[in-house]
């Protein structure tokens, strides 16, 4: 059964590819320039979109924990303070911020879950970190082409479609594994 969280970024995820939409649509020959910026706001909004469904998750699981009649009231509510304090700095999911917040919480490696069709754990961990960047260098340093000066976009139509492709990838295979992780702790260790 699919997290609120996954259902919550497949709602999400869906501004980033309507503004690839709006861009193909605008998209002539010679592109406008202007329309560049449609691009880059696709990723930085499927870049959300994925920082969100973490955090989403991570919370959905520190709950499921934390409602468990063996866990004490006030352990609980610390957890979940613990886990609202760390949220609050968390905003750019690279793996090194991904892969110790979930180990915290969770107590695993969600990274090693990281696998589906060609893409195993460390190709994704590299690509993750790789689009994160580009994200921050858009979001930070515009990257909006200079006028008269002929330079590459830093985000081709192609490449966007294949970074989306790839988050949605990433987010199915990160609720597969911490599903199934779920059945497995949430049994055995105690709150």
């Given at each position: 059964?699919p997290?609120?969280?996954?259902l919550?970024?497949?709602h999400?995820?869906?501004d980033?590819v309507?503004?690839l939409?709006?861009?193909d649509?605008l998209n002539t ?22 920082e969100t469904y973490?955090?989403?998750r ?8 934390c409602?468990?009649?063996e ?5 609980s509510e610390?957890?979940r ?10 905003h750019?999911p690279?793996?090194?911020r991904v892969?110790p917040?979930?180990?915290k919480?969770l107590g695993?490696d969600v ?10 754990s460390?190709?994704?961990k ?7 960047k ?5 979001a ?8 008269g000066q ?11 479609r ?14 597969i594994f911490?599903?199934?992780?779920s059945?497995?702790?949430?049994e055995?260790?105690?709150?």
């Amino acid at each position: 059964m699919p997290s609120q969280a996954l259902l919550t970024f497949d709602h999400a995820i869906q501004d980033a590819v309507d503004l690839l939409k709006h861009f193909d649509a605008l998209n002539t020959a010679p592109p406008p320039p202007e329309i560049e910026v449609l691009k880059r706001a696709s990723l930085v909004m499927a870049l959300t979109a994925l920082e969100t469904y973490f955090e989403e998750r991570l919370t959905e699981s520190v709950n499921a924990i934390c409602k468990r009649k063996e866990a004490k009231d006030t352990l609980s509510e610390f957890f979940r303070a613990s886990l609202e304090t760390e949220l609050k700095t968390f905003h750019t999911p690279s793996t090194d911020r991904v892969k110790p917040i979930f180990k915290k919480f969770l107590g695993y490696d969600v990274t090693e879950g990281w696998v589906w069709n060609h893409y195993d754990s460390k190709k994704a961990k590299t690509e993750l970190n790789r689009l994160a960047k580009k994200r921050g260098d858009i979001a930070h340093r515009s990257q909006r082409p200079l006028p008269g000066q002929p330079t590459q976009h830093a985000v081709t139509r192609d490449d966007l479609r294949k970074h989306i492709h790839f988050i949605k990838e990433l987010v199915k295979a990160t609720d597969i594994f911490i599903e199934s992780k779920s059945n497995v702790h949430f049994e055995t260790e105690p709150c």
